[in-house]
């Protein structure tokens, strides 16, 4: 039986990127590959849980069940949710019928094994702004060809502090081919006052480069 490394599951709305707004059950898998600066889920390093893939389907289920949606929105983050991507796979092929699947990526992980399996993936390439070195952030290849084959799943969220990041925004734009309507430039935020301050920048780029703008709920209600 396959496991799955945990670190919460949880209803909200979702904060971020091309799905805001929406009521979402979120299932938070543990450990990650990068170690950014800023990183607001540094508790999802470390597995809180770590249940059967046949558990986690009745707990998904059992908040499915509580919405009052037809398909409800499952946003599957982490951490690095790829790093687990056998016992994904397993989970996917369990709930691909019942919900509406999104799955948040780092980019560093090829995809291919579970994309037919979700709805939606939403990565979030990181610039250097998170500290990362370039070696373990780079998006992954993979991208060049999923991108031509689905178009209209892939989308890509980008976490800026300061104006210059919009230059190495610009280059993985650039030689990955993205559409620039699947792309969302979001604030670098720790509290709701750098949030609405950060959010300006934000504005002022997305307008000068045409990309979509993303808030950060999280930061503007009290949800996590
Ligand atoms: S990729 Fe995400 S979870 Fe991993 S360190 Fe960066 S912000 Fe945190």
């Not at 480069?209 to 009290?222: A, E, K």
Request: net charge positive; charged share 25%.
């Amino acid at each position: 039986m396959k496991r799955l490394e945990i670190s919460e599951i949880f209803l909200s709305f979702q904060g971020e990127g091309p799905l805001i707004g929406r009521r979402a059950i979120f299932l938070r898998l543990a450990r990650c590959n990068l170690r950014c600066v800023w990183c607001d889920t540094k508790y999802a390093y470390e597995p809180k849980y770590v249940l059967d893939v046949e558990n986690v389907v009745k707990i998904v289920y059992k908040y499915g069940n509580k919405l009052k949606i037809r398909k409800p929105l499952l946003v599957i983050t982490g951490g690095e949710p790829l790093l687990q991507h056998d016992s994904l796979k397993c989970l996917l092929c369990r709930i691909y019928d019942r919900f509406l699947i999104q799955i948040e990526t780092n980019g560093t992980i090829d995809p291919s094994s579970i994309i037919d399996l979700v709805h939606y993936v939403v990565v979030s390439p990181k610039l250097s702004n998170s500290g990362n070195p370039l070696e373990v952030r780079r998006l992954c290849e993979t991208y060049k060809f999923l991108l031509k084959k689905f178009p209209d799943k892939i989308y890509f969220k980008f976490v800026i502090d300061k104006y210059d990041d919009i230059f190495e925004v610009e280059n993985i734009v650039n030689s990955f081919d993205i559409p620039r309507e699947n792309v969302f430039l979001m604030p670098q935020c720790r509290s709701s006052s750098e949030h609405m301050e950060k959010l300006n920048l934000v504005q002022k780029l997305a307008s000068e480069y045409d990309y979509n703008v993303s808030p950060r709920l999280q930061y503007v209600l009290r949800i996590r």
